[in-house]
């Protein structure tokens, strides 16, 4: 058979982009076998020219979206520039002119992957999105496709390495979330500015895309309720070794009779569940389906080389397709459409951590108001207490988050409570 060359254009040459090219590079032997065709690289869009490059071809760089997305010999464009703009638009236009994308950018396919999507049907193109969500981990396409014989009722993750780490390193090495996320980032895991790791709102992105396509219906990022762990404490992660829990960053989603549940938070989780084990910067993803029951998708969660092994991995799927005239065959998989609920009508337990009165009565008080808003008190710890104060620990059933909230507020103005200290769910 005669060799077939599949050009490829790369949007972007940072981290990924770089790692992207060199996966293709090193593997250009073996994808005549494992494609049915040669892949090449055509063209790289930069910002600058004048940028050193190590080991990068120098006349595959432009500066011209134009001449990629008009010159008809390329048909796999790769975008892995992020953000929203200009990376929507050309996307767009990618897709308008029959080319096939893929694309590692979880903001855009959180806020807009439904209209993409539905562009790409249009025009029977792919559109593979495997590295927006948990780098190297295999999960959109088991979802899509080894799983799609099952009813998944959750999801949930660990799918920020930048906040696995930083809780890694407070409960195994007794540091401060100072600390921690100093440590983070001389890795090179935190960002300069880190807020969209430690506020939770990366992980939302992902958990959004998640659950569109585990549930069949879409899931927008403004839909995902947030919190991250900056108010997580040396105190919080004592209580967890006592009570033989971790506490994890977990992006988490299940589908109920009353609506999808969808939320990012720090998690009270004990040491028997799977995800509990997941250390530093690696990802795992737990998936619950009606006939596969529990699977879990562990590995690099991020990185140069292991979210390149993703976005290769969808290049050749999409070269596969081309090779078999197949492309458009596995589109958006949303075609239902659920309500998602909102939180405060979500129920969860919760490990609650306050300051009182060392005095008769408190205790009494507070289940009274615990009582008064359906909140059911489980486990009752008294600790570090002082001639006139004492630290109470009260872990609950579950309960309607509004429930809970409104009790806390109606607790914070007795005199006999001094603080609220901690808020945290358990699983």
């Known amino acids: 058979m005669e060799n077939k060359k599949i050009k490829v254009a790369l949007l972007g ?20 076998h494992t494609v049915g ?45 992020g953000g929203i703009e200009p990376a929507k638009s050309m996307i767009e236009e990618a897709l308008g002119a029959g080319k096939h994308v893929v694309t590692a950018n979880k903001d855009l396919m959180a806020e807009h992957g439904g209209e993409l999507l539905d562009l790409a049907a249009a025009h029977g193109c792919d559109l593979l999105f495997e590295a927006s969500v948990a780098g190297a981990i295999p999960i959109i396409r088991p979802l899509k496709q080894c799983l799609a014989g099952n009813e998944i009722s959750e999801v949930m993750g660990i799918v920020n390495g930048t906040t696995n780490y930083i809780l890694t390193k407070m409960f195994e090495e007794n540091m401060s979330f ?42 927008q990022f403004k839909d995902v309720y947030t919190e991250g762990i900056t108010k997580i404490t040396a105190e919080d992660i004592a209580y967890a070794k006592e009570f ?121 008080k507070v289940a009274s108001v615990f009582g008064g808003h359906k909140v059911s008190i489980r486990r009752v710890v008294q600790k570090h207490v002082q001639e006139e104060a004492a630290e109470l620990v009260i872990s609950t059933e579950k309960v309607k988050e509004y429930h809970i909230k409104d009790a806390l507020r109606e607790l914070q103005k007795m005199d006999s409570i001094s603080e609220i200290s901690s808020m945290i769910r358990e699983y």
Request: with cysteine; charged share 25%; net charge negative.
């Open 178 to 219: 100072e600390a921690a996320l100093a440590k983070a980032t001389e890795l090179g895991y935190a960002e300069a500015d880190p807020t969209a790791d430690v506020e939770g709102l990366d992980a939302g992105r992902k958990v959004a895309i998640l659950s569109s396509i585990a549930f069949h219906s879409r899931v």
């Open 244 to 364: 033989d829990c971790v506490i994890k960053l977990l992006a988490v989603a299940h589908n109920t009779d009353k609506g999808i549940e969808v939320g990012v938070y720090p998690v009270l989780l004990g040491k028997e569940h799977p995800l509990s084990s997941v250390r530093d910067s690696f990802n795992a993803v737990f998936v619950h389906g009606d006939a596969v029951d529990d699977a879990m998708f562990y590995g690099r969660g991020a990185g140069e080389m292991p979210t390149a092994s993703a976005v290769v991995g969808d290049v050749i799927d999409v070269a596969r397709n081309l090779q078999f005239g197949c492309n458009g065959r596995i589109s958006c998989t949303c075609y239902q459409d659920l309500p998602v609920k909102p939180f405060d009508e979500v129920k969860n337990k919760f490990f609650l951590r306050m300051q009182v009165k060392n005095e008769p009565g408190v205790l009494a």
């Open 37 to 81: 065709a040669e892949l090449e690289v055509e063209k790289i869009l930069v910002h600058s020219l004048h940028k050193k490059r190590e080991g990068v071809d120098t006349d595959l760089l432009t500066t011209d979206w134009k001449s990629i997305v008009n010159d008809p010999e390329i048909q796999i464009v790769i975008e892995v520039m």
């Open 13 to 32: 040459l940072g981290t990924v982009g770089g790692g992207v090219y060199k996966l293709i590079q090193r593997r250009s032997e073996s994808m005549i």
